[in-house]
């Protein structure tokens, strides 16, 4: 069983800047494909960025590309997520979530049902 951990969330205003980490009390992550998920106020969760296990490949959803970087850290215990040009519609609680099955591919995905484990989410907001 893998428990994982989101830190970094906060308020910021429109244009800034947010880095979250998810973590897994200092085990390794190297095989584990890790997604994060976003759920805005009465809106469903929506898959928003991955990193595969092998760190090669990445996907994004298409309102965050260009502002949003997914990415290791050097030891593979954090995965963090680089969040620039924040909007208003950013606002939401930010979910990590880990696939147990993620060395099996080289690439990663962005639905919810391909992940096994959870975090218990951060909550980002970005208001003026």
């Known amino acids: 069983q893998l428990q994982v951990v989101e830190s970094g969330g906060g308020s910021v205003h429109p244009g800034g800047s947010l880095t979250l980490s998810c973590a897994a009390s200092?085990?390794?992550?190297?095989?584990?494909?890790i997604g994060w998920f976003r759920q805005a106020p009465g809106q469903a969760r929506e898959g928003i960025a991955c990193?595969?296990?092998?760190?090669?490949?990445?996907d994004y959803r298409d309102s965050v590309k260009g502002r949003f970087t997914v990415s290791r850290d050097a030891t593979n215990t954090t995965v963090l997520l680089q969040m620039n040009n924040l909007h208003p519609a950013d606002t939401g609680v930010y979910y990590c979530?880990?696939?147990?099955?993620?060395?099996?591919?080289?690439?990663?995905?962005?639905?919810?049902?391909?992940?096994?484990?959870w975090g218990q989410g951060t909550q980002v907001t970005v208001s003026s």
């Open positions: 990193l595969s296990s092998r760190g090669a490949n990445s």
């Open positions: 200092g085990r390794s992550l190297a095989t584990y494909t």
């Open positions: 979530a880990a696939d147990r099955l993620g060395n099996l591919f080289s690439n990663c995905l962005l639905q919810s049902n391909e992940y096994d484990y």
